[in-house]
């Protein structure tokens, strides 16, 4: 167990506790869930400084910050998740397992805040989470899914499934791709071991759901984008 590990179990985790404490309240306040997005968007720059995570962000200028999207991105590590919240300025939520939605007082703080619990390898019931997703992006909140299912051991890019493109085409909303680089190295898959170290988010432009012919058309062309920023930028 190195040092940052040891800084997440004595810092992030009692951090964490009291924020959700904090969260459960301004859930109360704020149904809609905005005031906890900003106490989550503040959690994952502070996860990110505590750590010594340095997050370049390119391609800022291919989102607005007034509208919504279907954010996909491929899937390195566990800081995606506070990194993304922290570097995107979107009123976001998360698609997450359903397994979080069950941790006392943090899968009800995130329920309430409008992320949505999906039970993975039950079609009907992740059909129905996917439904709701697109309700969250009617509502005009923003949602990131990860296509791939599941996080990469190596870095690189899983096969997609299609249910993230079915909640942008029900849900109305531009895919927004997002390209991230260096969490597989920050947070190795089946390790506590937290490393510092630089992450890159490369954000390229939003792709219309009508602009193709079906669901697969609109998989592929996301897969090709962010296939393509992750050759293109890693080595540089």
Known sequence: MNLRTLLFF??????????????????????????????????GRFSAKLFGISIEVIGRENYSTEQNYLVISNHAGMADIPLLLGAMD???????????????LFGRVLKQA????IKR????????????????????????????????????????KRGAFLVAQKGGAPVLPVTIIGTHLITPKKSLKINKGKIRLIIAPPLLPSSYKSVEELMKASSEVIGNNLERYRNN
């Open 114 to 117: 409008g992320y949505v619990m």
């Open 10 to 43: 004595l810092i992030l985790i009692p951090v964490m506790f009291f924020g959700m404490l904090y969260a459960l309240l301004i859930n109360f306040i704020d149904p809609t869930g905005g005031g906890f997005h900003k106490i989550a968007s503040w959690w």
């Open 90 to 104: 979107l009123n976001l939520r998360f698609l997450a397992k359903e397994e979080l939605g069950k941790i006392p």
């Open 121 to 160: 390898g039950q079609n009907r019931e992740a059909l129905k989470s996917l439904l709701l997703a697109s309700e969250v992006l009617k509502s005009g909140r923003s949602v990131h899914i990860f296509p791939e299912g599941t996080r990469s051991a190596n870095g690189e890019l899983l096969p997609f």
